[in-house]
């Protein structure tokens, strides 16, 4: 006899459950910061420098 029983019925069914939930969670809300909050950010910063790489080549810094 093992010293520990191996997972079986409500045991292994609680563990799906919680890893697919909590893998479920994890990719949505990566998801939201990349595209919600990382790209914008990103975006906005190379704009910026852009910008400012035009002006200095304008003459106008």
């Known amino acids: ?3 520990i029983a191996p997972i ?3 045991l292994r069914r609680t563990l799906v459950l919680d890893l697919s939930t909590a ?3 994890g ?3 990566g998801y ?3 595209y919600g909050y990382h790209l914008p ?3 906005a910063r190379d704009d ?3 910008r400012l790489e035009a ?3 304008a003459g106008k810094l």
Do not use: H, K, S
Request: net charge positive.
């Open 55 to 57: 002006d200095r080549a």
């Open 48 to 50: 910026y420098y852009t």
């Open 41 to 43: 950010r990103v975006r």
């Open 23 to 25: 893998f479920g969670f």
């Open 32 to 34: 939201l910061w990349w």
């Open 27 to 29: 990719t949505t809300f």
């Open 1 to 3: 006899m093992a010293a």
């Open 8 to 10: 079986t019925g409500m």
